[in-house]
T-cell receptor, first 117, second 113 residues
């Protein structure tokens, strides 16, 4: 099955700086990579995702890059703000057993981002 | 519109008790997933439903864990004879058909004493 590794486990940046979180995956068949933001005690929220047919995707201050050859993808947050402080999880998909067309996600262990004002 | 909801939000059980956790997915979402999230870790897949059919239960840690979705909407995760290692947040997520995006509920924090 898929194995997703994420680093760093904690990241502290000054407000206005950029933050980068990196993930690697093992299953070459994985084709969908979402990123979730989870504030303390709250649900994981999808913030951006990327499919394997593109190398980069941007949404305002957030961008994700994907390198299929190296099997790694990264989350980039520019002009960080205190409200960006949270735990961020990456995930990679794998299809289920043959005949079942759904996406089973394997999550990284999370990065706790602290944006200092 | 309404998101995924879960109840109860918090549950304390004595070791050996049975518990039932409920998930209400987004209306119209065919796919429903259960995950277990240990403290400081990412969610781990437990089981998946497409409508009422449980198509994958490979992540259920033991036969004490049982999930159902009898009418293809609300789902219940049941844990029998709870153990301390079952303490975790149990997350439910739903997805529209087989598209990729999964939307999570707020979770149920289970503490087994």
């Amino acid at each position: 099955g898929e194995n997703v590794e994420q680093h760093p486990s904690t990241l502290s940046v000054q407000e206005g700086d950029s933050a980068v979180i990196k993930c690697t995956y093992s299953d070459s068949a994985s084709n969908y990579f979402p990123w979730y933001k989870q504030e303390l005690g709250k649900r994981p929220q999808l913030i951006i995702d990327i499919r394997s047919n593109v190398g980069e995707k941007k949404d305002q201050r957030i961008a994700v890059t994907l390198n299929k050859t190296a099997k790694h993808f990264s989350l980039h947050i520019t002009e960080t703000q205190p409200e960006d402080s949270a735990v961020y999880f990456c995930a990679g998909n794998t299809t289920s057993t043959p005949g079942n067309n759904f996406n089973k996600f394997y999550f990284g262990s999370g990065t706790k981002l602290n944006v200092k004002p | 519109g309404a998101g995924v909801s879960q109840s109860p939000r918090y549950k304390v059980a004595k070791r050996g008790q049975d518990v039932a956790l409920r998930c209400d997915p987004i209306s119209g979402h065919v796919s429903l997933f259960w995950y277990q999230q240990a403290l400081g870790q990412g969610p781990e897949f437990l089981t998946y439903f497409q409508n009422e059919a449980q198509l994958d239960k490979s992540g259920l840690p033991s036969d004490r864990f049982f999930a159902e979705r009898p009418e293809g909407s609300v789902s219940t995760l049941k844990i029998q004879r709870t153990q301390q290692e079952d303490s975790a947040v149990y997350l439910c997520a739903s997805s529209l058909a087989t598209v990729y995006e999964q939307y999570f509920g707020p979770g149920t924090r289970l503490t087994v004493t």
